[in-house]
C-alpha cells in the first residue's frame, strides 16, 4: 500500500507540474515576444520534469519494499531497482535537453529571417536534426557508461572501425553531405531561384543534407545528389542583372542605302523611347553589320530591365509589332530565303 501511495502520488504530482508548466508557457508565449525563450524552456522542462518526478518517486518506494534475496540466487535487486530509477532520471534530463533545442532553432529562425537569402531556412532543419540526433546518442551512452558500466572506451573502438567500413561502403552518401556543406557556405543559389546545372532548368525547392530538388519549367520534379550539384557548374539565371536580346533584321538587297540608313534610324527612335527599361551604361546598339547571301544584315542589341521573363516577353512583342508597322509604312521589305533561276535557251543549229 505504501508503494502505491508513492507510485499514485508521484503520477499526481508529475501531472500537476507538466500542467503547471504548460499553462504558464503558453501565456508567457503569448504575451510578447521578450518571454518567449522563457515560454519555451517551461515547455522544455513540462514533460522531462514530469517523469523525473516519476523517476524519483519510484526511487523513494524503497523505503517500503524489501530488496533482499537469497543468497543462493546470483541477482542483486537493490542495484538493479536503483539502475532502472537512475536511468529514467537521465533519459528525462535527455528529454530536457532534447527539448531545448527548440530554443536554439527559435534563435535560429530569428537568426535566417534577417538575411536576405532563403538558403539559410533550410539550414534550420538540418541543424535541428543533427542536434537531437546528438542528444539521442549521448544520452545512450552515457546510460551505457554510468548505469550498465559498459567499456566506453571498447565500444567507441569498434564503432570506429565499423565506422571505416561504413564510410568505405556508403562514400556516396557522405560526398552528397560534404557537397551540402559546401552549397550552404558558398550559397551559388537560394531557395526559389531559377538555376541551371547538370541540364536541367527550374526552380529550386528543397536542399537537403542528400540531395537538391529542382522543379523543371517542364513541371518534373528532378532530384539531384549534392555532390553533383557542388560539382557542376551552377549557373544562377534569377541572378542575372539584365536579360539580353540579340535581334538579327535581314532586308532585302535592293533597299537603297537611304532607305537602310532610315532602318536603322527607326531602331534607333525605338530604343530610346524605351531607355527606361535600359541599363544606363547598356543603351541598346543597332548597326548594319552584314552582307548575307540574301539579305543585307542589321544587328540589334538590347539588355532588358528588370530581369522578368514576362515583362521581357510582353516588351519583345511590343517592339516586334512597332517595328513591322513602321518598317512597312516606310516601304523597307525583310528578306528572306530566295533563289532566282536563270534558264537559258540554246538556239537551234542549221544544217
Known sequence: MGLL?????????????????????????????????????????????????????????TMFLSLEVSETVDFDLAGFWTNVCRTIGILAGGWFIYRMIDIVEHFLVRWTSRTSTTLDD?????????????????????????????????????????????????????????GSVTIFADRPFQMGDRIRVKGHDGEVVEVGFRSTKILTLSGHLVTLPNAVVANEAVENVSRRPYIKRSLELTVTYDTTPEKLARAVEIVKEMLAGRSEHFPPDRPGRVHFTDFNAVSLGISVTYWYTPPEWEGYLQFSHDFNMELLKRFNDEGIEFAFPTQTLYLHEAGTSEA
Do not use: C, H, Y
Not at 6 to 32: D, E, T
Not at 151 to 166: H, M, Q, R
Open 5 to 61: 501511495g508513492v507510485l499514485l502520488a508521484s503520477l499526481i504530482a508529475g501531472r500537476l507540474f507538466s500542467f503547471f508548466m504548460q499553462k504558464q508557457s503558453k501565456r508567457l508565449v503569448n504575451r510578447k515576444k521578450e518571454s518567449t525563450v522563457l515560454g519555451l524552456l517551461l515547455a522544455s522542462v513540462s514533460k522531462p520534469g514530469s517523469l523525473l518526478i516519476f523517476a524519483a518517486g519510484l526511487f523513494s518506494a
Open 122 to 178: 533550410q539550414l534550420v532543419p538540418l541543424v535541428r536534426k543533427t542536434l537531437r540526433i546528438f542528444v539521442i546518442i549521448v544520452a545512450g551512452l552515457f546510460i551505457a557508461g554510468n548505469v550498465f558500466k559498459w567499456d566506453i572506451a571498447a565500444l567507441l573502438a569498434g564503432l570506429g572501425i565499423g565506422g571505416l567500413a561504413f564510410a568505405l561502403a556508403a562514400k556516396d552518401m557522405l560526398a552528397n553531405l560534404f
